[in-house]
């Protein structure tokens, strides 16, 4: 084996900061013939870095952050191969770098700090099977997460699959026993059309002939097989006349205790006049105590015939 | 509901007796201004059948301006301008100024109305020269005399206004101690001798010592026959066809009041037939009529035949109180009814105002 370089430097150590003097030959593709060496391997580095037993190939390999170039001057370039560099250095100096030989000007320069010289290609087999043996590790490791992940997901997705299917075979079961509220007429029973007909000509005040109409044009949405035709209207809304009237005695009565005699309502008397020789007498009962009990003034739904 | 020829003092007293023996003596009587109802009352208090008498606010709101405003020298002279004013406005482009429509009857119930309109309207006068030609040149030659009744309207506005706001808080509170007060602080409008401001303080000062009498000075005395006004206006814009006869307004005044419910609709399906040909059977409608005479030349002496259809009667209860479900007894007065529970030994037969007096005696 030929070492092509052998080289003792000596480094002066001021501070923190080491030089680092390569003694080699310019590599011919790269370099230049002048001598500036440029090959990061040999570039400058913290001690630590180069230590085989803590610090990874990709430690080896970065930078030393020192914020200087490992460029060393022409000069030094100039030396001749197997040289011996000797740096007097003060007796407070207390920093040896050893520069190992290598097979050729390529190999690492392994820097030891007052530690036991090792051989570059051990530590590197070592560090390697270390490295791998991690990243298989957290590869593993990161597997086994996504593997728990997905199955508990699986998991939570075949408990919702299940209920769903049972809500839906209940529904499916209901649907089986009654029909759908949309199918289902409006208005099923008779008294249910009698009343909603008493609404529109009551409350909502349109004419006989126009209840009918609107209940024609409702009749498919209300599932009415026929709407009632308008003496029909004022068939109902005479026989609602004639069930207030029968109603009128049952009403219950709020007695005063001022006066226990009276039945407790205001009577409201009052004549009208229409067309015709008859005059229309009305006689209309209102709770004595009706603002105690509405916030309102009297109005038809608080007064009984 | 009934309906007659004519309603005079009497008619109406017998048909509240008929009510009162059914439904038992009311707590008051709430009226109009009406001649007859006020004959009607003394008729009941004669009978000791009284009962307290309560005047409808907003008919005497209405008789306070009217007797303020109706001899005054520009009263006539406002609605004489009101209807020119509306003759050149209404084919004009400046229609949209045109008066409201006001009833004739009832005229002081609805004058506020007109008055502000026409207040509104001369806003618009500023004084000064206008361009001939322009918008408010032929607003000027629309007026006619309004503008010299700028002071009438000025009064009764302020007269008018000052009374509405006193009717909003006493129909929607009724009359009470607070209420008053409230009143009276609207009424400090006015100058204190108003003769409508002191009719007014008067008005309350008598229905609120009737609403002591009954206890309700605190909760409030419903004062205002608007529910009834209401149902009258209500039934002859809904009643059936264009020919609004009182018979038929009869028939569907009932329907008109209180709530209804799915109850009530049940009831109508249960009254059969020949309970509906009882009431409605006898009565004739003037259409009846129309379609009976009109086509037919020398049938008019059927309209006045002895036995022609009598007029409706729908009274609550029946006519026979041994029919009614609830037969209420009539009591003459407290001391009477009082004297008659002190002989009367057989607590069974005693009637229910006279067991409430005795219990709460004891």
């Given at each position: 084996m030929q070492r092509s370089l052998m080289a003792l430097v000596v480094v002066e150590i001021t501070g923190t900061l080491v030089f680092m003097l390569k003694l080699a030959v310019p590599p011919p593709a790269k370099g230049d013939k002048g001598g500036i060496t440029t090959n990061p391997l040999l570039a400058t580095a913290r001690f630590d870095q180069w230590?085989?037993?803590?610090?990874?190939?990709?430690?080896?390999?970065?930078?030393?952050?020192?914020?200087?170039?490992?460029?060393?001057?022409?000069?030094?370039?100039?030396?001749?191969?197997?040289?011996?560099?000797?740096?007097?250095?003060?007796?407070?100096?207390?920093?040896?770098?050893?520069?190992?030989?290598?097979?050729?000007?390529?190999?690492?320069?392994?820097?030891?700090?007052?530690?036991?010289?090792?051989?570059?290609?051990?530590?590197?087999?070592?560090?390697?099977?270390?490295?791998?043996?991690?990243?298989?590790?957290?590869?593993?490791?990161?597997?086994a997460d996504d593997n728990r992940y997905l199955r508990k997901e699986l998991e939570r997705l075949k408990r919702e699959r299940d209920a769903y299917k049972k809500r839906a075979k209940q529904a499916e079961a209901q649907l089986r026993v009654q029909p759908p509220a949309a199918l289902r007429p409006a208005i099923e029973r008779k008294v249910d059309l009698v009343h909603v007909t008493l609404e529109l000509f009551v409350r909502a005040r349109i004419s006989f002939r126009a209840v009918s109409r609107v209940l024609g044009v409702l009749a498919a949405p209300l599932g009415l097989a026929k709407a009632p035709c308008p003496q029909t209207v004022i068939n109902w809304v005479t026989r609602l006349s004639i069930t207030r009237l029968q109603q009128a005695s049952t009403l219950p009565k709020n007695l005063l205790s001022a006066d226990p005699f009276a039945n407790g309502f205001i009577w409201i008397i009052d004549i009208s006049i229409a067309l015709g020789s008859g005059k229309l007498l009305a006689v209309l009962a209102l709770d004595a105590r009706h603002h105690a009990r509405q916030a309102s003034a009297p109005g038809l739904e608080h007064v009984h015939p | 509901m009934s309906v007659a020829e004519s309603w005079t003092g009497e008619a109406v007293a017998e048909v509240l007796k008929e009510l009162i023996g059914t439904l038992g003596r009311p707590v008051a009587l709430l009226k109009d201004g009406g001649s007859a109802l006020a004959k009607a009352a003394d008729e009941l208090s004669a009978e000791a059948l009284g009962t307290r008498c309560l005047d409808d606010l907003s008919h005497v709101a209405a008789n306070l301006l009217k007797h303020q405003y109706v001899h005054h020298p520009h009263f006539d002279t406002f609605l004489s301008a009101c209807g020119q004013v509306s003759k050149h406005l209404k084919q004009s482009a400046l229609a949209c100024l045109a008066p409201p429509k006001t009833s004739t009857k009832a005229r002081?119930?609805?004058?506020?109305?007109?008055v502000k309109w026409a207040d509104q309207l001369l806003q618009h006068c500023r004084p000064g020269a206008a361009r001939?030609?322009?918008?408010?040149?032929?607003?000027?030659?629309?007026?006619?005399?309004?503008?010299?009744?700028?002071?009438?309207?000025?009064?009764?506005?302020?007269?008018?206004?000052?009374?509405?706001?006193?009717?909003?808080?006493?129909?929607?509170?009724?009359?009470?101690?607070?209420?008053?007060?409230?009143?009276?602080?609207?009424?400090?409008?006015?100058?204190?001798?108003?003769?409508?401001?002191r009719g007014f303080e008067a008005w309350m000062a008598k229905h609120l010592a009737v609403a002591s009498e009954l206890g309700l000075d605190t909760v409030g005395l419903p004062i205002s026959s608007d529910p009834i006004e209401s149902l009258f206006g209500v039934v002859k814009q809904r009643s059936q066809g264009p020919i609004k006869d009182a018979d038929r307004l009869a028939v569907y005044l009932p329907a008109f009041c209180g709530q209804r419910s799915q109850g009530d609709a049940a009831h109508v399906l249960e009254i059969s037939v020949a309970q509906q040909q009882e009431v409605m059977g006898t009565v004739s409608s003037l259409s009846k009529q129309r379609r009976q005479v009109l086509p037919r030349p020398g049938s008019l002496e059927s309209l006045f035949e002895a036995d022609r259809p009598r007029h409706v009667e729908l009274l609550a209860g029946s006519k026979n109180r041994s029919k009614s479900a609830i037969v209420s007894t009539l009591s003459n007065g407290y001391e009477l009814v009082q004297g008659t529970c002190s002989e009367v030994d057989d607590e069974g037969t005693l009637p229910l105002n006279s067991v409430l007096a005795g219990a709460s005696r004891a």
């Amino acid at each position: 084996m030929q070492r092509s370089l052998m080289a003792l430097v000596v480094v002066e150590i001021t501070g923190t900061l080491v030089f680092m003097l390569k003694l080699a030959v310019p590599p011919p593709a790269k370099g230049d013939k002048g001598g500036i060496t440029t090959n990061p391997l040999l570039a400058t580095a913290r001690f630590d870095q180069w230590d085989p037993l803590t610090a990874t190939e990709a430690t080896m390999l970065a930078s030393n952050r020192f914020g200087f170039h490992p460029v060393v001057s022409h000069g030094l370039s100039s030396l001749p191969r197997h040289a011996v560099v000797r740096v007097d250095l003060p007796a407070s100096a207390s920093l040896y770098c050893l520069a190992s030989a290598f097979k050729s000007h390529e190999e690492i320069v392994a820097l030891d700090l007052g530690c036991k010289r090792r051989t570059p290609t051990a530590m590197s087999a070592a560090s390697k099977v270390k490295y791998s043996r991690q990243r298989w590790k957290q590869k593993a490791k990161s597997r086994a997460d996504d593997n728990r992940y997905l199955r508990k997901e699986l998991e939570r997705l075949k408990r919702e699959r299940d209920a769903y299917k049972k809500r839906a075979k209940q529904a499916e079961a209901q649907l089986r026993v009654q029909p759908p509220a949309a199918l289902r007429p409006a208005i099923e029973r008779k008294v249910d059309l009698v009343h909603v007909t008493l609404e529109l000509f009551v409350r909502a005040r349109i004419s006989f002939r126009a209840v009918s109409r609107v209940l024609g044009v409702l009749a498919a949405p209300l599932g009415l097989a026929k709407a009632p035709c308008p003496q029909t209207v004022i068939n109902w809304v005479t026989r609602l006349s004639i069930t207030r009237l029968q109603q009128a005695s049952t009403l219950p009565k709020n007695l005063l205790s001022a006066d226990p005699f009276a039945n407790g309502f205001i009577w409201i008397i009052d004549i009208s006049i229409a067309l015709g020789s008859g005059k229309l007498l009305a006689v209309l009962a209102l709770d004595a105590r009706h603002h105690a009990r509405q916030a309102s003034a009297p109005g038809l739904e608080h007064v009984h015939p | 509901m009934s309906v007659a020829e004519s309603w005079t003092g009497e008619a109406v007293a017998e048909v509240l007796k008929e009510l009162i023996g059914t439904l038992g003596r009311p707590v008051a009587l709430l009226k109009d201004g009406g001649s007859a109802l006020a004959k009607a009352a003394d008729e009941l208090s004669a009978e000791a059948l009284g009962t307290r008498c309560l005047d409808d606010l907003s008919h005497v709101a209405a008789n306070l301006l009217k007797h303020q405003y109706v001899h005054h020298p520009h009263f006539d002279t406002f609605l004489s301008a009101c209807g020119q004013v509306s003759k050149h406005l209404k084919q004009s482009a400046l229609a949209c100024l045109a008066p409201p429509k006001t009833s004739t009857k009832a005229r002081f119930m609805n004058l506020h109305r007109l008055v502000k309109w026409a207040d509104q309207l001369l806003q618009h006068c500023r004084p000064g020269a206008a361009r001939a030609g322009s918008a408010l040149a032929k607003l000027r030659s629309a007026l006619d005399q309004l503008p010299t009744c700028k002071a009438f309207i000025g009064l009764f506005r302020r007269d008018a206004e000052t009374l509405l706001q006193c009717q909003e808080v006493l129909k929607v509170k009724g009359l009470s101690e607070q209420t008053r007060e409230q009143c009276h602080q609207i009424v400090e409008a006015m100058p204190p001798s108003s003769p409508v401001r002191r009719g007014f303080e008067a008005w309350m000062a008598k229905h609120l010592a009737v609403a002591s009498e009954l206890g309700l000075d605190t909760v409030g005395l419903p004062i205002s026959s608007d529910p009834i006004e209401s149902l009258f206006g209500v039934v002859k814009q809904r009643s059936q066809g264009p020919i609004k006869d009182a018979d038929r307004l009869a028939v569907y005044l009932p329907a008109f009041c209180g709530q209804r419910s799915q109850g009530d609709a049940a009831h109508v399906l249960e009254i059969s037939v020949a309970q509906q040909q009882e009431v409605m059977g006898t009565v004739s409608s003037l259409s009846k009529q129309r379609r009976q005479v009109l086509p037919r030349p020398g049938s008019l002496e059927s309209l006045f035949e002895a036995d022609r259809p009598r007029h409706v009667e729908l009274l609550a209860g029946s006519k026979n109180r041994s029919k009614s479900a609830i037969v209420s007894t009539l009591s003459n007065g407290y001391e009477l009814v009082q004297g008659t529970c002190s002989e009367v030994d057989d607590e069974g037969t005693l009637p229910l105002n006279s067991v409430l007096a005795g219990a709460s005696r004891a």
